[in-house]
């Protein structure tokens, strides 16, 4: 007697059905967009352009400071991230004409009016030994800060929100209240301990 075969499953197809099924996964699977802060830089300057030294007055500016173990300065006073927030509202604002916050110059924006905006900028040093999240945390709160004030100019203004303005008002508002943050390369940033 011959010997029996046993009857085996046809798997040459199989490899086109699981390349299929790999593209259709891949074509219909949405990633997870990440999205970072929005930030952006400044144009890259003419070659020609001649380089000015800008001065600013020191009473223009609140330099923010993070060191090694998460300690936040703003100025040379150490504070607490809950109080950083109203603490730059404060400086950018200025609302009583403090000689030692600020100053204010009159601005025409064009297509609404002339209004004083606040020549204030915050400057943010962190350590290179800063954790992430501090330095987020930190970032969050100062975006936090100007974006309030545009809301509150958006509604004595326009009596509506920022966010519901329309794009030119938009414009107008982030004209008003600038977002002048500038951040200096990591370095070694003493104090409070």
Known sequence: MGKKKTPAINSSSTADIAFLLLCYF????????????????PP????????ED??????????VRINSSDKILAGSEPIDIRFLKERVKEFLDNPNNDPTLPEKEMKMIEGFREVPVSKGVISLQNDRGTSYAAYIAV???????????????????????????TEDEQGWVKKAVPQNISEAEPKDVKGSK
């Open 26 to 41: 891949l074509m219909t699977t949405t990633m997870g967009s990440h999205t970072g802060l929005a930030r952006r830089l």
């Open 44 to 51: 890259i300057p003419d070659q020609n352009q001649q380089v």
């Open 54 to 63: 800008q001065k600013i007055n020191r009473r223009n500016i609140i330099v």
């Open 139 to 165: 970032q969050n709160e100062l975006v936090k800060a100007v974006n309030e004030l545009r809301d509150e100019f958006a509604r004595a203004n326009f009596g509506k929100p920022y966010s519901r303005l």
